[in-house]
């Protein structure tokens, strides 16, 4: 496996893309950004940028411990991709997304059978999701918004690295 990957969409939210990168950092977690296609200076909803490591294409053929995606008003740019399907279905690792990006995962199939949760805003669609901060079913990692960000990205750091890795990160942050 190749450590983790964040998939950044033009218009993704970005407290749930940044703080998944910074605390999986903080934790020594191999985590590769990158952008969904080009350019690879990826703007959030909020006009912050980030500079991806390299586009989505150049990592198709790599398994991951886990794919993180990012919500917000860009999640709709993710099914402008005509490989992120494939990609999300190949992978053997984590998937996890957060906000409105539990979409992508619900329209491609993988959320059938799953436990869940997502942004209210998405709900019509998701009608099964649970009104949980994060939730856990197997592979599937999902969370409600912005505002569990950091809750969604320590239970990835306990997934990946265990539970005293977590908790080391949390107080290193003066978190809880």
């Not at 990957?5 to 407290?15: H, K, Q, R, V, Y």
């Not at 990012?70 to 999300?88: D, M, R, V």
């Not at 990006?101 to 998405?122: I, M, N, W």
């Amino acid at each position: 496996m190749n450590g983790s990957l964040i998939i950044l969409p033009e218009g993704f939210e970005e407290i749930e893309a940044i703080t998944p990168i910074d605390l999986l950092r903080r934790a020594n977690i191999t985590l590769t950004v990158a952008a969904l296609g080009y350019p690879l200076q990826v703007t959030g909803r909020s006009r912050v940028e980030i500079l991806a490591e390299g586009p989505l294409d150049q990592y198709l053929n790599n398994q991951y411990d886990m794919v993180i995606l990012p919500g917000g008003p860009g999640t709709e740019n993710y099914f402008k991709s005509t490989s992120l399907e494939k990609f999300l279905k190949t992978q053997k690792g984590y998937l996890a997304a957060i906000c409105a990006a539990p979409s992508v995962l619900y329209r491609y199939g993988l959320l059938k059978g799953k436990r869940y949760t997502c942004f209210p805003g998405v709900r019509d669609e998701l009608k099964e999701a649970l009104e949980e901060p994060v939730v856990v079913d197997g592979k599937i990692i999902t969370s409600i918004g912005a505002g569990t960000a950091y809750a969604f990205a320590l239970k990835l750091i306990e997934l990946l690295e265990g539970k005293a890795k977590a908790d080391e990160v949390a107080k290193e942050a003066c978190y809880k």
